[in-house]
């Protein structure tokens, strides 16, 4: 089945820095591609998604790349704020899923921004 | 909508207990996931279902532990007995017909004593 590797497990940057976040997947017939940003006490939120018809996406100061051909995808903050800090996860749908969308979740990366 | 709503956010009991989670999913959604949050597993799916439809159980740990969806607005996931190992914060997320954006619940924060 669907395996989601991601790095660096913690990140700590300086206000206003850019932060990068790294997942591989297994499934090289993995088409959606979804980060969360999980704040303390509260169930992960959706912040960015790309398909596999895309190679990049943006939404003000996020963005998410993905190669299909090396399997990996990765999220992008740049100029960083203390309310960015969070567990930032990444995740995969399992080929064969499309009815269900079974999201298979990466390990977390806890983002520290410092001020 | 008030979005995802899971009750009770916290939840203390003794060994060998029975525990209920219940979870009311966005109006008009089809698809309702429960997820287990672990410092050491992460976010591991336990079961999914469509249309009120269990699809997938393999990630139920065993069979203490099980789940139902009575109707498309509620779903319950029960623990009986409960284990202290069974400590661990619950998510239960919705999601749109044929549509991947997954909404979550604040979560139950479980306490097997």
């Known amino acids: 089945g669907e395996n989601v590797e991601q790095h660096p497990s913690t990140l700590s940057v300086q206000e206003g820095d850019s932060a990068v976040i790294k997942c591989t997947y297994s499934?090289?017939?993995?088409?959606?591609f979804p980060w969360y940003k999980q704040e303390l006490g509260k169930g992960p939120q959706l912040i960015i998604d790309?398909?596999?018809?895309?190679g990049e996406k943006k939404d003000q100061r996020i963005a998410v790349t993905l190669n299909k051909t090396a399997k990996h995808f990765s999220l992008h903050i740049t100029e960083t704020q203390p309310e960015d800090s969070a567990v930032y996860f990444c995740?995969?749908?399992?080929?064969?899923?499309?009815?269900?969308?079974?999201?298979?979740f990466g390990s977390g990366t806890r983002l520290l921004v410092r001020p | 909508d008030a979005g995802v709503i899971q009750s009770p956010r916290h939840e203390v009991t003794e060994m060998g207990q029975e525990v209920t989670l219940r979870c009311k999913p966005i109006?008009?959604?089809?698809?309702l996931f429960w997820y287990r949050q672990t410092m050491m597993r992460g976010l591991e799916l336990l079961i999914y279902?469509?249309?009120?439809?269990?699809?997938?159980d393999s990630g139920m740990p065993e069979d203490r532990f099980s789940a139902k969806m009575p109707n498309a607005s509620f779903s319950t996931l029960k623990i009986q007995p409960s284990e202290p190992r069974d400590s661990a914060v619950y998510f239960c997320?919705?999601?749109?017909?044929?549509?991947?954006?997954?909404?979550f619940g604040q979560g139950t924060r479980l306490t097997v004593v």
């Open positions: 997320a919705s999601s749109y017909p044929a549509r991947a954006e997954a909404f």
């Open positions: 499934d090289s017939a993995s088409n959606y």
């Open positions: 790309i398909r596999s018809n895309v």
């Open positions: 995740a995969a749908i399992p080929a064969g899923e499309d009815s269900s969308y079974k999201l298979i």
């Open positions: 109006s008009g959604h089809n698809s």
């Open positions: 279902f469509n249309n009120n439809v269990p699809i997938d």
